[in-house]
């Protein structure tokens, strides 16, 4: 059997929220997986090994949502089928300045985050220069349109009226699974 490798880079700061207390988060993904996982914590380096080439990528953006942001228990969500990772770069919304773009996804004290991720079902982390979503495909699609309108300057009113209506249209069953 063929050995696969990837290599990755997260944010210093996040290498010990992927190692976990005593090792345990690390120890956790690579049975679940069956990869092995070596990390250069002095410089956030990953190295991802395995003979299953789709454990693999799906661990590679397990440690990569888990490095934008995400906490370990919603990054494994990726191994579920049909949930994907999105990422967002706030480079192109940008113009006003970054701060002010991340505030508009998070809105005051998160309410605006929370009731995207209600809405659509899926997760979202607000990190660095990227925005990143976890959910199933059509969910995810859904909240990174909302995402995208409010950075183009949509109000929030708009963009949760349509995420509303395409509750509406699709039925719960659509965003449920």
Not at 126 to 144: D, F, H, P
Not at 166 to 171: A, E, I, L
Request: aromatic share 6%.
């Amino acid at each position: 059997m063929a050995e696969y490798v990837y290599e990755l880079k997260i944010p210093k700061d996040r290498v010990a929220v992927l190692i976990g207390k005593n090792g345990e988060v690390k120890k956790r993904l690579e049975s679940t997986a069956e990869v092995k996982i070596d990390v250069d914590s002095e410089e956030g380096d990953c190295l991802l090994k395995g003979e299953d080439a789709l454990a693999l990528f799906t661990m590679l953006e397990v440690v990569r949502a888990i490095g934008r942001g995400f906490n370990p228990d919603t990054a494994m969500q990726l191994f579920k089928q049909d949930y994907v990772l999105d990422v967002i770069s706030l480079g192109e919304f940008s113009k006003n300045g970054l701060a002010r773009a991340r505030g508009r996804v998070i809105g005051e004290k998160g309410k605006c985050r929370e009731t995207i991720e209600t809405l659509t079902d899926s997760q979202i982390s607000v990190y660095g220069k990227t925005i990143c979503i976890i959910g199933r495909a059509e969910n995810v699609t859904l909240a990174r349109r909302a995402i995208e309108n409010l950075l183009k300057g949509n109000s929030h009113a708009s963009v949760y009226s349509w995420l509303e209506r395409q509750r509406k249209k699709f039925g719960h069953e659509f965003l449920r699974g």
